[in-house]
């Protein structure tokens, strides 16, 4: 979508903010023996309390409120009875719509202890995303973020997940510019535009490029001797510095 009033920014704002907080909230409660169902269920929570919808579930029929992923999985796991256990790397994705806006965050945590590889990607891949953020102005070419994520990855000996992208939001969860790779892609004319709402979110691996589907029609997945992190912002395009609408304050 494009930002056409006050209302639309403010709208827009406060979605975001709670996903921001939601995403917050679960990361806070991640301990070795809970559930990514129970993780996911004080998501849903959150939400409600806000009156905000999962937007997954609204759009798609996901079978869960949030996305968590574990270790080699990169995107989109299903809440369920698994177990998380020290020195797991969880992702939360949480993507919510309140009053016809839609927002999209998420993050990945180190549940302790934490060694030394999974610390380093998840740094890398949190500045890939400032780097990315830096890059993304109104007028410039739509591939400088993925010129700058790929960047980020390769500077820090890690690799980009070529199939899995950033993608424009605020209507809808899912809207153009659809899918922004996080690689630098010169066949890519596209240009950003101001009031311009998008999502930036690099997922970097320890080695991988593509993730696969595991079997359950959403999970994605790399081989399970690699690891993925992944950062999200949702954001109004403007001529300075983006206008992050994910933030929890």
Request: glycine share 8%; charged share 20%.
């Amino acid at each position: 979508m494009s930002i056409e009033n006050e209302y639309d920014l403010q709208s827009l704002r406060k979605i975001g903010r709670i996903v921001a907080q939601c995403l917050q909230y679960m990361g806070s409660k991640l301990e070795p023996g809970i559930t990514t169902l129970e993780l996911d269920q004080l998501g849903q929570s959150f939400l409600e309390k806000h009156g905000a919808v999962s937007a997954p579930k609204k759009v798609y029929n996901f079978p869960g409120t949030t996305c968590i992923s574990v270790n080699e999985e990169a995107a989109h796991g299903i809440p369920s009875s698994k177990i998380l256990a020290a020195g797991d790397l969880v992702n939360i994705d949480v993507s919510a719509e309140l009053n016809g806006y839609f927002a999209d965050t998420g993050g990945s945590f180190i549940i302790p202890p934490e060694s030394n590889l999974k610390r380093n990607l998840c740094i890398a891949t949190k500045r890939a995303l400032e780097m990315a953020l830096r890059e993304a102005r109104a007028g410039r070419p739509l591939n400088v973020i993925g010129k700058a994520i790929q960047k980020e990855a390769y500077k820090n000996n890690l690799t980009v997940i070529e199939n899995l992208g950033s993608h424009g939001v605020g209507r809808a969860l899912h809207e153009e510019p659809d899918f922004i790779p996080g690689y630098y892609d010169p066949k890519d004319k596209r240009i950003l535009k101001e009031n311009q709402v998008i999502t930036i979110e690099p997922f970097l691996s320890t080695g991988a490029r593509e993730v696969f589907d595991t079997g359950d029609g959403w999970t994605l997945a790399t081989g399970k001797q690699f690891l993925t992190a992944q950062y999200e912002h949702t954001m109004v395009i403007t001529k300075g510095k983006p206008l992050i609408m994910t933030l929890p304050a």
